[in-house]
Each structure stands twice: as C-alpha cells, then as structure tokens.
C-alpha cells in the first residue's frame, strides 16, 4: 500500500477486502499497528477500507450541512422579503381580522426578531399541518421539515407559510419525489439548480430546503426590485413563476409565460398561501 508519493508498506488484508488486489484504487482505510519493540520492524493489519471517493463525498455533505445550519443561525438579511406569521389555532387559520387589508397589501412591516426568537412556538403548528399532508411521514420526519422551513425562512426573510405553499406543491412534502424532468427532494430542485446553490443531496431535507429557500429569496429579492413594491403581490406572483420556469422565461415574457404548467402552478401556490395566511379573495 503506498501510503504518501515514494513510501509503501505491506498490509495483510483478510478475505473481505479482495477487491483491493483488483488494480489500483484510492482508498481511506483503518490499519492496525503491531510493533513489539524499536528494533523490531512493525506489522499492519487492515481493519477497513473503502473508496476514498465514497469518504470525500460524505465529507462534501457534512460542510453542507454545517454551513446550511450556520447561515440559519445568522442575523436575517434586510430588507425582508415578506412578513413572518403570526401565531393562530393553527396553519389554516382563517380568523385574520384584517384579511381584507392584507389581501391588498399582504406584507406589513414584519417583527422578524420577534419571530425568530419564537420559533419553538411555531414548529409544533407547522409540522402537525407537514404530516397532515403528508401522512406517511414520521413525527420526527415532520419535526425535521418544520424546523428547517422555520430556521432557514427566518434566516432569509421569506414568510415560511409561503415556503409551506411551494414545498407543498411542489413535492407534497414527500423527501424522495423525483419529476419525469429530474427535480429532486421537497422543493423539487433540477440538478443544476441544486448543485448552483451548494445543494450536495437534494433528498436530504436540510439541504434540499435550505437551497429552496435561498433560491426563493432571490428570486423574491429580484422582482421587488423591478417591480418598486416589496408589499404587493406582483414580485411574488413573478418568483414564483420564475421558480418554476426560470428566471430566463420571465424575462423574455416579460411576466408570468404563457406556459399552462407555470400558469397553474402559480395559481395553486398562491392560493394554498392565501389560505394559509387567512387571507380570503
């Protein structure tokens, strides 16, 4: 086994680690050391071994785990993009006394502190609604979404309702959906797409989640800008459209493309997130 350019050792290795006499290969291994004294030269023993590729994308997988949770844990980018809930009976709550005002102008000045500060309280709502959803889910695997769409909306300033509405439509809170196109994971994220964003495993839920709301956020922060009005619906009606049929179509469009698929798809996440705010039409 050369273990560093120009120095090798011998390594007896048992009947399970065959495939290593096959041809060269990179590998990470555990190798036992016997030696009985200074003047004796030492023998090893291989414990275990696997393809150092195997290792290296594990690797890649905690740093995107680790700075996923590390970004959640940062101070919320301002401007926000949209405002963090209040606390109801529960994530349809409908009893929104000012409903008809917010569904004019459904942004008000958000108290994202505030939010962010609570969202302990918040988690058990949202993951009852997750696995209301989708029942196959266990109570730890819907924790688990909740949690991560509270952290990471909180850390970009996206109302975690509206993230609830596109994972919903988007995947139907089902970790392994895969699309006949290749989208992948919870926010059915492309290949591309995921891999833009830092993403290593889409089906992983913290990082598939992690990316969308990232990807949302742009993409929020993007049409406000063009639009001139953070508050109104025009930027989100644009982000979606653009989450959807990418933010090429709308430009060369100019708005919402005349694509059946986005244009449904659209009209249900807005729906679904006027629902979940209350907000009726």
């Not at 109104?232 to 979606?240: M, N, P, R, S, T």
Request: with cysteine; glycine share 8%.
């Amino acid at each position: 086994m050369e273990i560093e350019p120009g120095r090798s050792i011998v390594v007896a290795i048992g009947a399970g680690h065959g495939w290593l006499t096959r041809g060269q290969v990179r590998i990470r291994a555990i190798v036992e050391v016997q030696r009985e004294s200074e003047l004796v030269t030492p023998t090893y023993r291989l414990l275990s071994a696997t393809f150092a590729s195997t290792i290296a994308k594990w690797e890649a997988q905690q740093r995107a785990l680790q700075q996923a949770k590390a970004q959640a844990q940062a101070r919320t980018p301002k401007p926000p993009a949209t405002r963090p809930p209040s606390r109801g009976a529960d994530l349809n709550s409908r009893a929104n006394a000012n409903a008809a005002r917010a569904a004019q102008r459904p942004n008000p000045a958000p108290d994202w502190d505030t939010f962010r500060a609570n969202l302990h309280l918040y988690q058990p709502e949202y993951a009852r609604f997750i696995r209301s959803r989708n029942p196959r889910l266990s109570q730890q695997q819907a924790d688990q979404i909740a949690w991560a769409i509270l952290r990471f909306s909180a850390h970009y300033g996206v109302d975690p309702r509206f993230i609830v509405a596109i994972v919903l439509v988007e995947s139907g809170f089902n970790p392994d959906a895969t699309s006949r196109k290749g989208a992948a994971g919870l926010g059915q994220l492309m290949p591309s797409t995921a891999r833009g964003l830092g993403v290593v495993d889409p089906y992983d839920p913290i990082q598939n989640l992690h990316g969308t709301v990232k990807l949302v956020r742009g993409h929020l922060e993007k049409y406000w800008a063009q639009t001139g009005d953070p508050n109104g619906w025009d930027h989100v009606i644009l982000a979606l459209a653009a989450y959807n049929a990418g933010s090429g179509a709308v430009r060369k469009h100019g708005g919402v493309p005349p694509y059946r698929e986005t244009q449904n798809y659209v009209r249900k996440v807005i729906r679904v997130y006027k629902q979940l705010c209350g907000i009726r039409d």
